[in-house]
């Protein structure tokens, strides 16, 4: 069983930044696959970072590449979404979600919601203009 706890979200202006945290607990094998994904309201939920926890790098989608950026702490077992010059359509319900280890899982090819058996509670970000 995997447990994940998010926390960081807040309200911030546009061009500001946050940092999402994604406190992880349970067998390691169970979260080799991370990912970030995000629900606006109205909208459906949106994968935007995959990352495998072999590889020091994440992929992203197109809408967030160069301004997100998520790493791992193995020592706390936390995971973070970094997110510098927020725009006002980043505003949404942020989650981060966690699986067995699956074919192309490091990339947001197949990023896909069906695919994360894990999912933390979600925190809110809204970014005014």
């Known amino acids: 069983q995997v447990q994940l706890v998010e926390s960081g979200g807040g309200s911030v202006q546009a061009g500001g930044s946050l940092r999402l945290s994604c406190a992880v607990s349970g067998s390691t094998e169970s979260y080799a696959c991370m990912a970030w994904f995000r629900q606006g309201r109205g909208k459906e939920r949106e994968g935007i970072a995959a990352?495998?926890?072999?590889?020091?790098?994440?992929d992203y989608v197109d809408s967030v590449k160069g301004r997100f950026t998520v790493t791992q702490d193995n020592a706390k077992n936390t995971l973070y979404l970094q997110m510098n010059n927020l725009k006002p359509e980043d505003t949404a319900t942020y989650y981060c979600?966690?699986?067995?280890?699956?074919?192309?899982?490091?990339?947001?090819?197949?990023?896909?919601?069906?695919?994360?058996?894990?999912w933390g509670q979600g925190t809110q970000v809204t970014v005014s203009s």
């Open positions: 979600a966690a699986a067995e280890l699956f074919t192309g899982c490091a990339t947001v090819a197949v990023l896909t919601a069906d695919r994360y058996p894990y």
């Open positions: 990352k495998y926890t072999g590889f020091s790098r994440a």
